[in-house]
């Protein structure tokens, strides 16, 4: 029986490594908690002009609470106006009906006696064609030489422009200009480099310049040179971030300067704004979270995915909610879609934004602003309990970018003629078999496979009370695991020979791992190595080949009793996940459950069980490590099996081998986040209660009653429920206080101290 490790979180006000604890007094106001707004007035802009402004901006603060104002400084509206500028500069054309009205410098002064900080948000990204027109070279170009924007209008009509052509000096020279209003920052909506671009001479000039070769047409990640070009276009949106903000800092050395970046999507490679690729040069990681209704499912927690990721990347973070009923602007989000955006993201410690469009507030004033109001109000009334804070998860999930950049799986069962029922596989395009290989749709299968993951992962854990923190590549170092017990690793195929040390040295020194699948079999760039070197670490002997991917019948034997399988007693069934490898267990790792020989189609017998490990675990040194050689978080997503729901806990709950932060009783719809002040003395318990209609739009929340709540901390003197205003009684035993909320509406904020 293996001996519980003593709990390590405890050492309250540890910091994460590279950051000091400023004194709030100490803090730029982009470090502080900021709430976001943009109010839209698309191309009726002289409503703003005509307002009462100083009224306006009073309402920004008395009504939405915000402290942090988005004005548009060149309209992101058709047919593409984002050469026109609100404000006045002779470098460049004014938006017509504002006539010599200059909307960033007339409003600053009204927002600056609300205390309101104004960023000018810059269409960066669509351009009429007229303009264009005027400016040979400067648009995005596909591999077929043509433009992106004339084969792909840009929400029906218009194009797009290129970072290395001659627009990257009339853009900088933009947000120059802007910054000169006295403003303070720019927020940028794009560039991005859009998919298949870009090819104009300015690019073709530069790649064969940095590397010698020219630039490959074919999406082909055989090929050296389109990696190359992977990085090319990673680096040219960097660095006309990086030169975007030193266009701002030269004028005001305060000044923020950001992107509307990529999230956690394995796609965002495409559009090379990845925010560890951008993030060095921005002040903020803002991405989109935005709701629709129907028809594509949304996830429950996707605020909390957004939120988790873009924290990761270690600036102050944005989650940008559009308060909208989707692709209907002009009415107002449902009341408790926007109150869980808010919640989801300030529990995962990033900041919310939200979009208001004018219209909106012609039709329906008090139902968009009443939800904001009421949980911003609370927000800005408790700002403390929400500044520099510390997440106090000791359990790492890695969504790595280089994994969902460089990732191709070899394997050709991931992509063959095999089985009814796998989407997204090849059978369409080649009628049975994989003839010829499709990068493309190879590349693609791939990147559903690694979201589907991290959201499975992700809402496995949450639903599970773990607490986990996300973390991106770079945190695969010693000095950058060491706050953490567990690393999870859904299928992270692509990791450097450093990264593969440091996960090596993580377990020999008592951490442990999750990892799935193919974890660690190419290098950073997605080469192939001729041997994993974590296998042994794994406990695998040997990989094999991939087994029919088809999801239905086939299953997985519990073989003996081990608390990696919780309470599944031996010789129960699970359904096996559709992504499964053939492996061998090495001398001395255990083999709790294995997979069922196959059984080969749908109302055929069982015949029997194989020797072909499901799950293996393996103890290095004082770590624990188990492996999964099947895509578990990916089979979660798409199916919500209860059973995969308590398998990824039970795991997850081995490895970590010790007592986590926090437990609760209460529905896995409950999400808690347990977070520290950044002085280490207040335990910051945020609950968000996800419980609502089975279906989105969510129109109400069933309030939860009598939440149990056990958190590990030194013995507190005080515990209390913030929202709902009063001390809650609890107890403290064994170094844990114990407590029960009486009622959970949509949030709550314990603060234990
Ligand atoms: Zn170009």
Known sequence: MEVPRPVVWKSAGATMPGRCVLANNELKWYERPVRMMRLDYLDALERMKNADLDALARSKRDDWNINCDWIVGTPGIAPGLGFLTTFNTPKFEKYHSLGDFDLLREYLPHARKYGVHVISYLNMHWFAYDFADAHPGWEQICSDGIAYGRKTPLYGGGTTLCVNGGWRDWAIELVSEAMKTGIDGVFLDGPVIYPDACHCDACKAKFAERYGVEMPLEEDWSNPDWLHLVEFRNRSLAEFMADSRAAVKAVNPEGVAFLNAGSWQANTWRFGRGIDQVGPYEDFNGAEAFFHPGPRDHALLMWTAT???????????????????????????????????????????????????????????????????????????????????????????????????????????????????????????????????????????????????????????????????????????????????????????????????????????????????????????????????????????????????????????????????????????????????????????????????????????????????????????????????????????????????????????????????????????????????????????????????????????????????????????????????????????????????????????????
């Open 307 to 753: 939120g988790k990721y873009m924290v990761a990347g270690g600036k102050p973070a944005v989650v940008f909610s559009h308060a909208a009923l989707g692709s209907w602007h002009y009415i107002p989000m449902p009341w408790y879609e926007g109150q869980l955006a808010i919640a989801q993201t300030v529990a995962c410690g990033a900041n919310p934004w939200n979009a208001v469009f004018d219209y909106a507030l012609d039709h329906s004033r008090d139902c968009a602003i009443a939800p904001v109001k009421e949980m911003q109000g609370f927000l800005s009334s408790h700002e403390e309990y929400y500044t520099r804070t510390q997440s106090c998860a000791d359990v790492a999930l890695l969504n790595s970018s280089q994994t969902a950049t460089y990732y191709v799986s070899r394997r050709p069962e991931f992509y063959g003629d095999w089985g009814s029922g796998v989407e997204e596989n090849l059978v369409a395009d080649t009628g049975g078999g994989m003839k010829k290989l499709d990068w493309g749709k190879m590349k693609q299968t791939c990147e559903g496979v690694l979201d589907n993951s991290y959201l499975g992962y992700l809402s496995a854990l949450t639903r599970s009370h773990i607490p986990f923190d996300v973390v991106l590549d770079d945190a695969i170092s010693r000095e950058r695991l060491s706050r953490y017990r567990l690393l999870i690793l859904p299928n992270v195929a692509c990791l450097s020979d450093a990264q593969i040390e440091a996960i090596k040295d993580f377990v020999r020194g008592g951490g442990s791992v999750v990892a799935e699948f193919e974890t660690g079999a190419f290098d950073e760039l997605g080469r192939r190595r001729e041997s994993n070197p974590l296998l042994e670490m794994f406990g695998v002997r040997e990989l094999g080949r991939m087994m029919r991917p088809v999801p239905f019948e086939e299953y997985v034997r519990v073989r003996e009793s081990h608390p990696a399988v919780g309470e599944f007693a031996p010789g129960r069934l699970i359904a096996r996940a559709t992504y499964s490898l053939d492996c061998a267990a090495a001398d001395g790792a255990s083999v709790p459950a294995v997979f069922m020989n196959v059984v080969g189609g749908s109302y055929k017998p069982l015949k029997g069980e194989s020797d072909t490990p499901a799950l293996i675990t393996n103890l290095v040194g004082a770590g624990r490590v188990a492996y999964v050689p099947s895509l578990f978080g990916d089979f979660y997503h798409r199916y919500k099996m209860a059973d995969y729901e308590m398998l990824i806990d039970s795991v997850v709950r081995w490895a970590h081998g010790g007592q986590l932060p926090i437990s609760a009783d209460c529905p896995p719809t409950v999400e808690i986040e347990p977070r520290r002040s950044a002085d280490g003395k207040q335990l910051l318990i945020h609950l968000v209660n996800n419980s609502g209609d089975m279906q989105r739009p969510i129109s109400q929340i069933i309030p939860i009653r009598d939440v149990r709540v056990r958190a590990t901390c030194d013995c507190p003197t005080r515990v209390r429920a913030l929202r709902a205003d009063v001390d809650l009684p609890f107890t403290y035993t064994d170094g844990a206080v114990e407590f029960t909320v009486p009622e959970l509406g949509v949030y709550e904020l314990v603060v234990v101290e």
